[in-house]
C-alpha cells in the first residue's frame, strides 16, 4: 500500500515502526525484510496480528527464525536484528500474507519452500505469477517454463537451481536494488509445497 511505499520502500528505514499508526498488516512485509535493514528494528502494538488468519506474531518469529534471523518477542512486540539468512522449510498455516511475506522472501534469499503456496487464492492468486514478472523461471519437473494461468496458485511443489550459463541473458532484472537474480523452480507430483529462492546468475550481468 501507499504507506509501505512511503516508509519502506522510499523513505529512510526507522528504528522502530507500530502496526496501528505506521503500516497496517503490511507490517508483516517489513518484518520479513528487517534482518537486511542496517540496523535492530522494533515492530510494535502488533495485537491485532494474533487474531486474524493464524496467530501471525508467532507464525512471524518462528518461521523467520527458521531462516537463521536473530527474532525476539516481548509481549506484542517484534524485535528483529539485522543478520545472513538461509532458505528453510515454511510453513504458511494456510495464511495468504505468511505465504506471499515468504515468498517475497525468496527474491533475496534462495532455498525457500513454502507449504501450501496455493493459500495465496484467497486474496492473490496471480502472486506467483507476479513473482515471475520479476525476473523469476519456474519450470515444472520436465524443464517446462512454466508460464500465464500455469502460473496460477496452485498445491504443487518446487525445487531450486542455479540459473544455466547464458540463461539470464536478456530475460533478468533488477528488483528493489539487489541487482539481477535468477529463479528457478522445478515442480514435481509431491502435493502441497512449493520452493522457490532467488540465485544470483551464473553468467554476469551485462
Known amino acids: 500500500d501507499q504507506k509501505f511505499l512511503d516508509l519502506i520502500a522510499q523513505g529512510t528505514w526507522r528504528p522502530a515502526y507500530s502496526r496501528q499508526t505506521d503500516l497496517a498488516d503490511s507490517i508483516m512485509t517489513a518484518i520479513v525484510l528487517a534482518p537486511f535493514a542496517p540496523a ?34 516481548s509481549g ?9 539468512l538461509h532458505g528453510a522449510e515454511i510453513e504458511t498455516y494456510n495464511d495468504h500474507r505468511v505465504a506471499m511475506c515468504f515468498g517475497m522472501l525468496g527474491l533475496r534469499v534462495p ?9 495465496v487464492r484467497k486474496t492473490f492468486p496471480n502472486f506467483f505469477a507476479k513473482l515471475a514478472e520479476l525476473g523469476t523461471v519456474i519450470e515444472d519437473a520436465d524443464g ?8 496460477l496458485a496452485v498445491a504443487h ?9 547464458g540463461e539470464c541473458s536478456g530475460t533478468t532484472r533488477s ?6 537474480r535468477r529463479v528457478s523452480c ?13 540465485s544470483k546468475p551464473s553468467v554476469p550481468a551485462s
Open 157 to 165: 511443489s518446487c525445487s531450486t537451481r542455479r540459473a544455466r550459463p
Open 40 to 73: 535492530t528494528t522494533r515492530f510494535t502494538e502488533l495485537g491485532r496480528l494474533r487474531v486474524q488468519e493464524c496467530e501471525r506474531v508467532k507464525a512471524l518469529r518462528t518461521e523467520l527464525s527458521k531462516c537463521g534471523a536473530r527474532v525476539e518477542e
Open 76 to 84: 506484542d512486540t517484534l524485535t528483529v536484528h539485522p543478520g545472513p
Open 144 to 151: 517446462k517454463l512454466l508460464s500465464g494461468e500455469e502460473l
Open 186 to 198: 522445478t515442480w514435481p507430483s509431491v502435493p502441497q509445497s512449493m520452493r522457490c529462492g532467488i
Open 111 to 119: 532455498g525457500m519452500r513454502l507449504s501450501n503456496p496455493a493459500c
Open 175 to 180: 528488483c528493489a536494488g539487489w541487482g539481477p
